[in-house]
């Protein structure tokens, strides 16, 4: 249970740091295709990453 305390700090750092960053006036085609691609990239690996320990938790590996 201790972890779900320091998830929730570091989401609070992580907002806290996000309301402090400047304003985009605006975004181009292509800025929005990297962040686009950058999430899915991030989302796979996250995938990926719990995939890969959920097979060695249970032996397969």
Known sequence: MA????MYRL???FV???FT???VDALDEGDVIA????????VL???AC???YA???EGQL
């Open 3 to 6: 972890a779900f305390g320091e």
């Open 11 to 13: 989401l609070a750092v």
């Open 16 to 18: 806290v740091l996000c």
């Open 21 to 23: 960053l400047p304003g």
């Open 35 to 42: 962040v686009l691609l950058g999430v899915v990239i991030t």
């Open 45 to 47: 690996g996250f995938c």
């Open 50 to 52: 719990l995939g890969y």
């Open 55 to 57: 097979r060695k938790r």
